[in-house]
């Protein structure tokens, strides 16, 4: 266990809705990395939170947005859910920025119907 | 987009065989790591190299990383039942890149130990 929680475990949305994944780092960690799996494939970087300012994005569109909050746990916001959303998003946090060890929460799946 | 490309996509084996898996990339990297997934669960980190090391042990895992060929490779020996786990490579962009925290993940290995 890596002490990254994340909440919820599983979640139903429906096309056009938004959602919000949040996640706790494990203590002491000030990085918080996110990325979305889509089944059978690897994970793919959406962006990294350090010190409450985002440190770097992937190639995700505007509607997925995120935070990060003084105790250093983050949220991640989707807006106008589509069907390809469906996936499973990861939470990782670091001691430090940049692209270094992670260690990962156990993951929200998200299914969009 | 993916970096990395996994081989081979997947590995069947018995207990106490060595497993091996490759990983190539196509950009300048930083380090290179090593992830380990169980059933569709969260990652677990298994190892770091750096650009400029060569080889790597942690316990029962050997990486190489070879710059020039822009490739790596984990050794698993001994493998246990308990090993059975999709593996993953990812790679950090280098210094002065401004990809803040990008890690790029292959498509991954999946690795079927047999008791």
């Known amino acids: 266990e890596t002490g990254v929680t994340q909440s919820p475990t599983h979640l139903i949305k429906t096309r056009g809705q938004q959602v919000t994944l949040r996640c706790s780092s494990q203590s002491g960690h000030n990085t918080v990395s996110w990325y979305q799996q889509a089944l059978g494939q690897g994970p793919q970087f959406i962006f990294q939170?350090?010190?409450?300012?985002?440190?770097g994005r992937g190639n995700f569109p505007p509607r997925f947005s995120g935070l990060q909050f003084p105790n250093y746990s983050s949220e991640l916001n989707v807006n106008a859910l589509e069907l390809d959303d469906s996936a499973l998003y990861l939470c990782a946090s670091s001691p430090r920025q940049g692209a270094y060890e992670q260690y990962f929460g156990p993951g929200t799946r998200l299914t969009v119907t | 987009s993916q970096q990395g490309e996994e081989d081979p996509q997947a590995l069947s084996i018995q207990e106490g065989e060595n497993a091996t898996m490759n990983c190539s990339y196509k950009t300048s990297i930083n380090n290179l790591q090593w992830y380990r997934q169980n059933s569709g669960r969260g990652l677990v980190h298994l190892i770091l190299i750096r650009s400029n090391e060569r080889e790597k042990h942690s316990g029962r895992l050997r990486v190489t990383l070879d710059t020039s060929k822009k490739s790596s490779s984990l050794l698993i020996t001994a493998s246990r039942a308990a090993d059975t786990a999709s593996y993953f490579c990812?790679?950090?962009?280098?210094?002065?890149?401004?990809?803040?925290?990008?890690?790029?993940f292959g498509q991954g290995t999946e690795l079927s130990v047999k008791p």
């Open positions: 990812a790679t950090g962009p280098p210094w002065g890149d401004n990809q803040g925290g990008k890690l790029i």
């Open positions: 939170y350090y010190r409450e300012e985002e440190n």
